[in-house]
């Protein structure tokens, strides 16, 4: 088992910057691809940002590349997201999730039901 926490949520002006950090705890924390994903209300969730375990290999989607970007520390056994020019649209519950990458070193996954362990999520509201 792996258990996912997630902080750094919270409320920004439109055009600020967070950083949202998921910490995992229970086995190898370097053996997991990571992802962030976010809801918003009414909304189904949608993927952001992957990782593959060695932190080599990362994946964006479109609507937050070059504004966000997601790095680990295997030491620290965290996965962060920077968040930069935040939008409103940006405004969702982001959770962060876990897979086990034990055969490939580049392997992230995009999609949710590829992801075995979630987090209870942060929320992130971005004020104009």
């Known amino acids: 088992q792996v258990q996912l926490v997630e902080s750094g949520g919270g409320l920004v002006q439109a055009g600020g910057s967070l950083r949202l950090s998921c910490v995992a705890s229970?086995?190898?924390?370097?053996?997991?691809?990571m992802g962030w994903f976010r809801q918003a209300p009414g909304k189904e969730r949608e993927f952001v940002a992957a990782i593959s375990r060695s932190g080599g290999s990362s994946y964006y989607a479109d609507s937050v590349k070059g504004r966000f970007t997601i790095f680990r520390d295997n030491v620290k056994n965290t996965v962060y997201l920077q968040m930069n020019s935040l939008k409103r649209e940006d405004s969702a519950v982001y959770s962060c999730a876990a897979v086990l990458a034990q055969f490939s070193g580049t392997y992230y996954a995009v999609t949710p039901s590829q992801y075995n362990y979630w987090g209870q999520g942060t929320q992130v509201t971005v004020s104009s």
């Open positions: 229970g086995r190898t924390f370097s053996m997991y691809a």
